[in-house]
């Protein structure tokens, strides 16, 4: 799974499902049924096959199922312990040798966990169990869901982590891993997807039922049931090397984006070829289908049958640099799954890690192997350095935990598992090398190819392969404690440095002492050094010329810290180090003006300097930290204007050297990196710098789009654009935008309006799409993301964080289970006063036992963390800034 969208874009998806159980609806235990599994039900009873049957009409509320599981029976008895999920089940049937034996149902708590009793003992050893049952359809993307669309109703699922339960009564944890029959029964002439290939289809009066071949072994989580009235493009990835025959490929679409599939369907065969180069085998499944859904938060990796939303696989050419790359790098995420993490599986929640991580590393890696030009790669390491600043929280989780409850499984979901530990399956590779690193990944899968593995057997599988004993050991320092590793280097003599390791901590905090094994990398010059720092303090030499780079490469996952003169030479480089250098030297000098020591006087000179790398990230996160110090409420009326004039200064040559033009089109001869810097200039300049020319010229080319003129206005500019039409037309142009909205269902207009309308920063605006609008059309995740932009914006965040509060036993309670939980304090971490700490504190009883405890506790210290920066740090920079001229 990838998750790319807001947090409240997540969160809101769920919040219509049917609701929970209420602990009061819950039957007595029996004694003699044991204790109920919070977490792992255990292995008295075993699936080994499912046969699922489906009856979706997807215009309907609900939708009916007929299950039967064959099961091992290890331990005999009238009691099975389970999962269902707000299941209507209708019956309940065991079939063991010729007999029947009736069973009734009860779903024991709200996370599903569900006791099913027979009339008398089950026998040890096989049968079968059967269900008929219906359920409720949700409204976001999770179990079975279903979204309106133009004029029509279409059905998808989304599993992970445990929502297979609320589509039908299972085992649903990752390591019951068994084949799967599937049959869909839909309204006539509607078409159906699952993770096998489709073997039969008969039209009986007005329904037509979709028979599919029997799956390879899959966990339930990676289970596909999709019906509706989809279009598609088909094709085939050409055999290769490793695959001696073509593979069936389609990509699945609603109606109105059936004219932008076919960029999709050809990057997805190039990425293909890449992943079984790398993987050194075959695509693990018979074929491969890819579906888009418009609310799906991310992308997910079912087995033969991935789900994406809308944007990230509805592009053309004309596409931007970043819809491009998102596409690359999801996809590529993806398919590395059908392979890690599909074919061989975790064993456990515990082990979820293994596959996002390395998915994770996977996506940016093979992305860029597709295509070089969009410079996916070093998107790995903006989000590596973006995810300590959560890892850098004394409250957190390491990569490798232990999951023991199905509320915890949810939290494993963050950035800790996608950025940190694809940064760490990064720096563990370049330190291995490549070739030993793939054949490491090459055993491992070779060992567990359809079945499931853990933890231990990947780093068993990595040591064999490094023939280096100390490789256990390193990779383990990062994966099983939490934190961002500091070295600290002082000066010992010509050529050589003290370096000192320890953990990060920001102003006013105190972290518990650790050390890892670093793989440190040096570079000054042309001179490179590398060694494996292991003990607390060591020293390192390195015989070149210039500046000091204590992250060669950027590739380690660490944050340093120089003597001033040293740092005041690495930021005077900025403009020439390579892109993931400059990413790295700009994350740990931000840290260090956290924890502070970095002076207000080497921010504002490494905006200046980096603002100039001709790498697009780095020169992105040039000014992003003194950005979000404004957002947050750090500077002062006069710092503002300070920081608005230092954009001004440093961005706007930039955007006159490449000239601007809004049309559609009009830079489409410029290489997709120069394209994005442009994006990311006017964004600057338009906002921050708030660039009066500009700004009228990009409201000018909105006039014109809504005039009817279809070329007005490039869709790389919509958010930039959007938001400079809003501020003059305040509620008037906020419902002009949402009508716009819509009576849209592209996948790339529809969120950029509604974006704007969410972060107009006008307290009217917010007050009429927080508490009065209401119109069916509106997708409840949609609002959701309105309210958390409106938070996000200072001169709304108030009120809107109001509305959350006095709503949030509701939003708790209306069916928006685990994902709600775990998501919703994120949205609220943006605040910077001890005060609104105390309000959100007050949250922690509705959060309790929950998976949403660990994000609420993160949410807690960051605004006191915040708190405490602006009071010790706030009035130097604001001086500093407001100095600017």
């Given at each position: ?449 359809y079945g499931n593995a853990s933890t231990a057997d990947f780093f068993g599988a990595m040591a064999d392969a490094a023939g280096d004993p100390r490789i256990l050991p390193a990779m383990q320092s ?222 000018g080319a909105v006039d014109a789009m809504l005039a009817g003129d279809a070329k007005a206005l490039d869709p790389a500019f919509y958010n930039s654009a959007f938001k400079a039409w809003l501020k ?158």
């Amino acid at each position: 799974m990838r998750a790319l969208l807001l947090a409240a874009t997540m969160l809101a998806g769920t919040l219509a499902a049917t609701p929970a159980l209420a602990a009061s609806e819950a039957k007595a235990i029996p004694a003699a049924a044991g204790t109920m599994p919070v977490g792992k039900l255990g292995n008295a009873v075993v699936p080994q096959a499912y046969r699922l049957d489906f009856t979706l009409d997807p215009a309907q509320p609900r939708f009916s199922g007929h299950a039967e599981i064959d099961v091992t029976v290890n331990e005999g008895g009238r009691y099975v312990w389970m999962h269902g999920l707000n299941l209507g089940v209708k019956r309940v049937v065991a079939k063991v040798g010729g007999k029947t034996i009736a069973g009734t149902f009860s779903q024991a708590d709200d996370t599903g966990v569900a006791l099913v009793t027979f009339a008398q003992a089950l026998p040890a050893g096989t049968a079968t169990l059967v269900f008929d049952y219906d359920a409720g359809f949700n409204d976001g993307p999770t179990g079975l869901f279903r979204v309106h669309v133009g004029d029509q109703w279409y059905s998808w699922s989304q599993f992970e982590s445990i929502d297979a339960r609320g589509a039908f009564p299972s085992f649903d944890q990752p390591g019951f891993k068994t084949p799967y029959t599937v049959t869909i029964t839909t309204p006539a002439g509607q078409r159906a997807v699952s993770n096998a290939p489709e073997v039969a289809t008969e039209t009986r009066g007005n329904q037509t039922v979709h028979r599919f071949a029997q799956t390879l072994p899959l966990p339930s989580y990676l289970v596909a049931v999709m019906a509706g009235p989809f279009v598609s493009v088909e094709g085939t990835v050409p055999a290769t090397p490793q695959r001696a025959t073509p593979l069936p490929l389609r990509v699945v679409s609603t109606r109105p984006n059936a004219d932008k599939l076919n960029f999709a369907l050809d990057g997805t065969k190039g990425i293909v070829s890449h992943l079984e180069n790398y993987f050194g085998q075959a695509f693990p499944f018979p074929k491969l289908d890819q579906i888009t859904a418009p609310i799906m938060p991310g992308a997910m990796e079912n087995a033969g049958a991935d789900l994406y939303e809308d944007s990230l696989l509805v592009l053309d050419d004309k596409a931007s640099t970043s819809q491009k790359r998102n596409f690359g790098m999801v996809v590529a995420h993806e398919l590395a799954h059908q392979w890690f993490g599909d074919m061989v599986s975790p064993a456990w929640w515990d082990d979820i890690w293994l596959n996002e991580s390395f998915a994770n590393w996977m996506g940016f890696r093979i992305g860029n192997e597709w295509r070089p030009d969009l410079n996916i790669g070093a998107g790995a390491l903006e989000e590596g350095f973006a995810a300590m600043r959560t890892d850098a929280l004394l409250v957190g989780r390491p990569i490798h935990q232990p999951i023991t409850r199905n509320s915890q499984i949810d939290a494993a979901f963050d950035t800790i598992t996608y950025g940190k530990g694809g940064h760490v399956v990064s720096m563990i590779a370049a330190f291995m090398g490549d070739t030993k690193f793939r054949d490491g990944v090459r055993g491992y899968m070779a060992k567990h190819k359809y079945g499931n593995a853990s933890t231990a057997d990947f780093f068993g599988a990595m040591a064999d392969a490094a023939g280096d004993p100390r490789i256990l050991p390193a990779m383990q320092s990062f994966t099983d404690q939490q934190g961002v590793p500091l070295v600290t280097f002082a000066p010992a003599g010509q050529g050589k440095w003290t370096v000192t390791q320890s953990r990060y901590a920001r102003l006013g905090t105190q972290a518990p002492a650790q050390t890892w094994g670093v793989p440190l990398c040096l570079r000054q010059g042309d001179a490179r050094a590398c060694q494996l720092l292991v003990d607390q303090t060591a020293t390192v030499s390195i015989a070149g010329t210039g500046a000091l780079v204590p992250n060669a490469g950027g590739t380690g996952y660490y944050r340093f810290e120089l003597p001033a003169a040293q740092w005041d030479s690495l930021i005077a480089q900025g403009a020439s180090l390579p892109g993931g250098e400059a990413l790295a030297t700009i994350d740990s000098l931000e840290a260090s003006f956290m924890a502070g020591r970095a002076t207000p006087a080497q921010l504002v000179a490494a905006a200046r300097s980096f603002a100039a790398n001709p790498d697009s990230y780095a020169s992105d996160g040039a000014t992003g930290q003194l950005i979000a110090f404004d957002t947050q409420g750090l500077l002062t009326p006069a710092a503002h204007d300070g920081l608005r004039r230092l954009v001004g200064e440093v961005r706007a040559p930039q955007l006159a050297k490449l000239g601007f033009d809004p049309r559609a089109g009009a830079h489409a001869g410029d290489d997709p990196d120069t394209q994005q810097r442009r994006v990311a200039l006017v964004a600057e300049l338009a906002d921050t710098a708030e660039d009066a020319a500009l700004n009228t010229k990009l409201a000018g080319a909105v006039d014109a789009m809504l005039a009817g003129d279809a070329k007005a206005l490039d869709p790389a500019f919509y958010n930039s654009a959007f938001k400079a039409w809003l501020k003059p037309h305040g509620l008037a142009g906020a419902k002009t935008l949402m009508e716009k909205a819509l009576s849209s269902e592209d996948p790339v207009l529809r969120p950029a309006l509604l974006r704007a309308v969410g972060r107009s920063n006008d307290p009217a605006v917010a007050k009429w799409l927080v508490e009065d609008f209401s119109d069916k059309r509106l997708r409840l995740s949609e609002k959701l993301m309105g309210i958390s932009l409106a938070i996000a914006s200072p001169k709304t965040a108030d009120q809107a964080f109001a509305w959350a509060d006095a709503h949030l036993d509701s939003l708790l309670s209306s069916g928006g289970g685990i994902f709600l939980a775990r998501s919703l304090p994120q949205v609220v971490s943006g605040f910077c006063s001890a005060d609104k700490a105390k309000a959100i504190v007050a949250w922690r009883p509705r959060f309790a036992n929950n998976s949403g405890a660990l994000e609420l506790d993160r949410a807690i210290e960051r605004v006191q963390d915040c708190a405490v920066l602006k009071d010790q740090r706030a009035a130097g920079l604001s001086a500093e800034l407001a100095a600017v001229k």
